[in-house]
């Protein structure tokens, strides 16, 4: 059922009174300590350590999307789809050796400043107001509604209602700062790496229990024999998901130049790195690159182990929306047969992921006006 009980909202509420108290304690901390320097503000300046620096790239990375659309890919192609989360801490790493050096030498505090020094200022207010229209257009809006949708599709609440919620909590979040947004998102990412962890894991016993047994090791053996297709990291050609995948030349060529620019060039990702040192914020990013490699085992083995349930005569009607099959409602289905309690670790989660996704954003669109 799409309903929480008392005690999801009660697990709900606790995550929600952890992160604000926190917050407002490290923004009250940084008033103390430091004066109204708009580096300070933007920047976290000196005071994100590497494993904050690390949490937050990944809260901000990681959204409604991953948790809804990599799941719904993991029920219609399988392991394959992680190629993308794989190759992204490939990336980190390269941006970690390479870019971060050069940016923090040249004391570069925002994307369009760089290619300012690089090109020209035309050059940098063009991608300025690029970027800005992207984040505010694209990026903001549909983090917005496609969250609301996800959390609509747990809880049964309203979608209106989920939108304004989580903008609200964002906001409160982002006006603290980039400390603020840096330090609370560690407490997001926990929320949200532990409770993906319980759903793949009640998920995978629940695989386990088609087969008359329990266990995490039993249910990822039954969903391996039974679709051994959807682990496959290479699709041949008359495979029906093989157009859904770019090449081997495509992995090894332009898109690296997609992933780079992403991971290296953009303001919304960059700037947790960019007001520290060069050996704390090398260890951030490649923290952030070690937690990327666990993503597939949070979003994608989910939605294998719920085409297995449906291959399986199960979750026959949830799966459907408007009489036709729908990939993408895989987590959502999953995280409504989790028991009550768990269910509301996994509504903290996945608001978890939305809210430091709009407040990252959020903080980066004023770093870029400024």
Same mark, same amino acid.
């Given at each position: 059922?799409?309903?929480?009980? &008392?005690?999801?909202?009660?697990?709900? $509420?606790? @995550?929600?009174? /952890?992160?604000? %108290?926190?917050? !407002?304690?490290?923004?009250?901390?940084?008033?103390?300590?430091?004066?109204?320097?708009?580096?300070?503000?933007?920047?976290?300046?000196?005071?994100?350590?590497?494993?904050?620096?690390?949490?937050?790239?990944?809260?901000?990375?990681?959204?409604?999307?991953?948790?809804?659309?990599?799941?719904?890919?993991?029920?219609?192609?399988?392991?394959?789809?992680?190629?993308?989360?794989?190759?992204?801490?490939?990336?980190?790493?390269?941006?970690?050796?390479?870019?971060?050096?050069?940016?923090?030498?040249?004391?570069?505090?925002?994307?369009?400043?760089?290619?300012?020094?690089?090109?020209?200022?035309?050059?940098?207010? &063009?991608?300025?107001?690029?970027?800005? $229209?992207? @984040?505010?257009? /694209?990026?903001? %809006?549909?983090? !917005?509604?496609?969250?609301?949708?996800?959390?609509?599709?747990?809880?049964?609440?309203?979608?209106?209602?989920?939108?304004?919620?989580?903008?609200?909590?964002?906001?409160?979040?982002?006006?603290?700062?980039?400390?603020?947004?840096?330090?609370?998102?560690?407490?997001?990412?926990?929320?949200?790496?532990?409770?993906?962890?319980?759903?793949?894991?009640?998920?995978?016993?629940?695989?386990?229990?088609?087969?008359?047994?329990?266990?995490?090791?039993?249910?990822?053996?039954?969903?391996?024999?039974?679709?051994?297709?959807?682990?496959?990291?290479?699709?041949?050609?008359?495979?029906?998901?093989?157009?859904?995948?770019?090449?081997?030349?495509?992995?090894?060529?332009?898109?690296?130049? /997609?992933?780079?620019?992403?991971?290296?060039?953009?303001?919304?990702?960059?700037?947790?790195?960019?007001?520290?040192?060069?050996?704390?914020?090398?260890?951030?990013?490649?923290?952030?690159?070690?937690?990327?490699?666990?993503?597939?085992?949070?979003?994608?083995?989910?939605?294998?182990?719920?085409?297995?349930?449906?291959?399986?005569?199960?979750?026959?009607?949830?799966?459907?929306?408007?009489?036709?099959?729908?990939?993408?409602?895989?987590?959502?289905?999953?995280?409504?047969?989790?028991?009550?309690?768990?269910?509301?670790?996994?509504?903290?989660?996945?608001?978890?992921?939305?809210?430091?996704?709009?407040?990252?954003?959020?903080?980066?669109?004023?770093?870029?006006?400024?």
């Amino acid at each position: 059922m799409k309903t929480l009980q &008392i005690t999801d909202y009660l697990v709900f $509420l606790f @995550y929600f009174i /952890v992160v604000a %108290t926190y917050g !407002l304690w490290v923004y009250r901390k940084k008033k103390k300590a430091t004066t109204s320097a708009s580096h300070d503000y933007f920047l976290a300046e000196g005071s994100l350590t590497w494993w904050a620096i690390g949490t937050s790239l990944i809260a901000s990375n990681i959204s409604s999307e991953q948790f809804i659309a990599m799941s719904g890919n993991g029920f219609k192609m399988g392991l394959a789809i992680s190629t993308y989360e794989w190759m992204a801490a490939a990336t980190l790493m390269i941006v970690a050796i390479f870019f971060i050096p050069v940016y923090l030498k040249n004391k570069i505090y925002t994307m369009p400043q760089f290619l300012n020094q690089r090109y020209n200022s035309t050059v940098a207010m &063009i991608m300025a107001v690029f970027w800005l $229209l992207l @984040y505010v257009v /694209v990026n903001l %809006t549909s983090i !917005l509604y496609l969250g609301a949708l996800a959390i609509n599709g747990i809880s049964g609440l309203d979608t209106n209602l989920c939108m304004y919620g989580l903008a609200t909590f964002a906001i409160v979040i982002a006006l603290g700062g980039m400390k603020v947004i840096g330090y609370t998102d560690v407490i997001q990412v926990v929320f949200l790496i532990f409770g993906g962890l319980v759903t793949t894991y009640l998920a995978l016993d629940r695989v386990a229990d088609l087969n008359h047994q329990t266990g995490v090791v039993n249910g990822l053996k039954y969903m391996m024999s039974e679709s051994n297709d959807h682990f496959h990291m290479i699709l041949k050609k008359d495979n029906p998901n093989f157009p859904s995948l770019p090449g081997l030349t495509v992995l090894i060529g332009g898109m690296w130049i /997609v992933n780079l620019n992403y991971w290296g060039c953009n303001q919304y990702i960059t700037q947790r790195a960019l007001g520290a040192d060069l050996k704390t914020a090398r260890g951030g990013i490649l923290f952030a690159a070690f937690l990327k490699l666990l993503m597939p085992v949070i979003v994608v083995l989910p939605g294998i182990a719920a085409y297995v349930i449906h291959q399986k005569g199960g979750l026959q009607t949830e799966m459907l929306q408007d009489g036709t099959l729908n990939p993408d409602k895989a987590y959502p289905v999953l995280l409504n047969l989790l028991p009550t309690g768990l269910k509301g670790l996994s509504f903290a989660a996945l608001t978890a992921a939305v809210v430091a996704s709009l407040a990252g954003k959020v903080n980066s669109i004023s770093t870029i006006v400024h």
